[in-house]
């Protein structure tokens, strides 16, 4: 089965254009060149992905979303919330 994490770093690679292997829940998003624009992107994909509706502007992700698991985490918050 796909955790959360899993499809949350899939959604980050494709937009990153990296290898989902390489990327770790500790990993930083800003060292992977993850921009404002690009996290808006991997939080409308993730909102599709997982049915779930995030309410977050892009600054306010920005500043609270610094690592993929920080991503994952809060994805899993809300499906887990939504279920």
Not at 41 to 53: G, K, S
């Amino acid at each position: 089965m796909t955790t959360v994490l899993d499809t949350t770093k899939r959604i980050i690679a494709e937009k990153a254009e990296l290898d989902a292997d390489a990327i770790k829940a500790e990993t930083v998003l800003a060292d992977l060149d993850v921009q404002s624009l690009e996290l808006a992107e991997i939080i409308f994909d993730l909102e599709d992905e997982f049915d779930i509706e995030i309410e977050l502007n892009a600054a306010a992700a920005w500043q609270k979303l610094k690592t993929v698991g920080d991503v994952a985490d809060a994805v899993s918050e809300l499906v887990t919330h939504n279920a």
